[in-house]
């Protein structure tokens, strides 16, 4: 050990460089599987403590997509009638309607009640969080999400004027401006993405509108509009919680075989890992680049050794004068390849957590992913340093092959 650690010393330039490039690709590799398994932890629990949604007969994909992720279309509305059926429900505890349709700047409209703001979770059960003002308590109030906030730079009392349709182009509600009322704490999911309005005032900007186009007339105020009372026709989907979590096939078998309409009620958790299994392509991807890095680094070292081959004939040389056998001259630059990579190995780690307290902030407020640090690698990442370990050993069986099989004579012999 003492030979190898003085043979690595005399050679400390090429062999910290070789470390450093092993610690940075080992931290690459553990940082995308790190991020990785958290983003895929964030993404299934995008809704939290929702047992059904439920909404015209689509895909379950297509319908998570547009009920949670506010993406695509819906296929269908489902009525006023099928709503206040499942609310009624013995088995239901309560109920969240959505209606979906309108936009604002690229950024969907999402009819809702006010309970959503107290009944709605994401990640581990974490509740809904106002940054500035509260939830709608006028009719045309709007609370909006933490990401719509900043990109337009929107505070609590401003006036937004809300699209007709999905398509920002199109004919503007102007006739009835919004004012927000709150805007909520960032959650790293899609409620960052919406503007929050109650159904009453959905149905309250479309009264005048006739198959998308706007008719003449219509410029009562919001006073006026107060004054009367908005019931919505149609729906888009709804969330549902239960009672009792037993009873949920239960209930979602006599929401799919419901006869007045055609409904779809999904387990939130199971469409989202079917969508995420439709996303893993580009989670490879990306743990095949991170391992490209990694495989690049060992062949780093693979070079620097072989490099060094010609400079340290004597050496060999003279280790096999005073008595070393070839098994010897093996297992030295066997020994140094395995000091080098265990030397990488750990500072790579060290790099990683560095890496992570610096950036959980700012992952933390931009993307809404919880970065864990730990004091020790998990038993996922023992096993990737092992086997990053085990393979850099085994390259470096090369160059050692090659030193073993050099005679003494080879060693003393001047070229030319």
Partial sequence: MTLMLHSLWNRRAAGMLCVLTIALSVALLLGVERLRGEARQNFLQTVSGVDLIVGARSHPVQLLLYSVFHLGEPTQDISWQSYQRIVAHPQVAWAIPFS?????????????????????????????????????????????????????EYRVGESIIVSHGTVSAMAQHDEHPFRVAGILER????????????LEAIEAIHQNWR??????????????LEAERFVPVRITSVMVGLKAKPAVFMVQRALNTYTAEPLTAIMPGVALQQLWGLLSMVERALFAAAACVVAVGLIGMMSVLLATLNERRREMALLRAIGATRLDVFGVMLGEAALLVGFGTVLGWLLLQMALGLAEPMVSSALGVQLSWQLLPTRVECGWLGSIWLIACSIACLPAWLAMRRSVADGITVRT
Wanted: aromatic residues 10%; charged residues 25%.
């Fill in 100 to 152: 979906l349709g309108d936009s604002h700047r690229g950024y969907r409209v999402v009819g809702t009640a006010k309970d959503y703001f107290q009944r709605f979770r994401y990640g581990q059960g974490k509740e809904l969080a106002f940054q500035n003002g509260q939830a709608f308590s006028n009719l045309l109030d709007t609370v909006i999400g933490a990401e719509v906030a900043e990109r337009l």
């Fill in 187 to 198: 959650t790293g999911t899609p409620v960052d993405r919406g503007v929050y309005v109650s």
């Fill in 211 to 224: 198959s998308g186009t706007r008719l003449p007339g219509d410029g009562r105020s919001e006073a006026q």
